[in-house]
Nanobody, 125 residues
Framework: QVQLVESGGGLVQAGGSLRLSCAASGGTFSIYAVGWFRQAPGKEREFVTAISWTGGSAYYADSVKGRFTMSRDNAKTTVFLQMNSLKPEDTAIYYC??????????????????WGQGTQVTVSS
């Protein structure tokens, strides 16, 4: 069973940048879509971004378009989330997720079924 471990979270001032990583072990990774979700205090978990198993397509929530970029390195079984121009409303626990099925596009949040433990991102104003 795949294990996903996020890293790179922390405290940053508004306007700053962070780069999150998600490393996979214990299962196939390269043929699955991978996504990032986040959950702020008192709110439901929400979709942030996802990338298809080929890496050729990426999808972003409107709230992060133009600021966040997701990429993947299948050779290293790692995905990255570059977050620029961070805002206080980006504060949340960020979770990495893998699609349930191989060869998925990652287009729909319901595709995802394996989750990491999360990494905290805090943006101060």
């Amino acid at each position: 069973q795949v294990q996903l471990v996020e890293s790179g979270g922390g405290l940053v001032q508004a306007g700053g940048s962070l780069r999150l990583s998600c490393a996979a072990s214990g299962g196939t990774f390269s043929i699955y879509a991978v996504g990032w979700f986040r959950q702020a205090p008192g709110k439901e978990r929400e979709f942030v971004t996802a990338i298809s198993w080929t890496g050729g397509s990426a999808y972003y929530a409107d709230s992060v378009k133009g600021r966040f970029t997701m990429s993947r390195d299948n050779a290293k079984t790692t995905v990255f989330l570059q977050m620029n121009s961070l805002k206080p409303e980006d504060t949340a626990i960020y979770y990495c997720a893998r699609s349930r099925d191989p060869y998925s596009s990652g287009r729909y949040p319901a595709e995802f079924g394996s989750w990491g433990q999360g990494t905290q991102v805090t943006v101060s104003s």
